[in-house]
């Protein structure tokens, strides 16, 4: 069974870190795009950043200069660096991954919880 597993969320102070990982069963060096979303209480789940097979990164205005994506091809894994940390970042972050032919997968969520 294909599985993503995130782990690496928890409880910061502001203007903390966390290094999120997702672990895929899966060979990933194929896949289309990697991504991280996150999902606040009461909002919509929404795109944090991106990176394609190419290497190409994209970021949502609010975590450029904060967040930087990654992938380990060789390990089958997907990081997210986040420095800065701010309140609004609270949320479940999870990991998507798309594969040629439209196969894609979502991981179980972590928390991520800022203080202030």
């Known amino acids: 069974q294909v599985q993503l597993v995130e782990s690496g969320g928890g409880l910061v102070q502001a203007g903390g870190s966390l290094r999120l990982s997702c672990a895929a069963t899966r060979n990933i060096f194929s896949s289309v795009r990697m991504a991280w979303y996150r999902q606040a209480p009461g909002k919509q789940r929404e795109l944090v950043a991106e990176i394609t097979r190419t290497g190409l990164t994209n970021y949502a205005d609010s975590a450029k200069d904060r967040f930087t994506i990654s992938r380990d091809n060789a390990k089958n894994m997907v990081y997210l660096q986040m420095n800065s940390l701010k309140p609004e970042d609270t949320a479940v972050y999870y990991c998507?991954?798309?594969?040629?032919?439209?196969?894609?997968?979502w991981g179980q969520g972590t928390q991520v919880t800022v203080s202030s």
């Open positions: 998507y991954v798309l594969w040629p032919g439209g196969f894609d997968l």
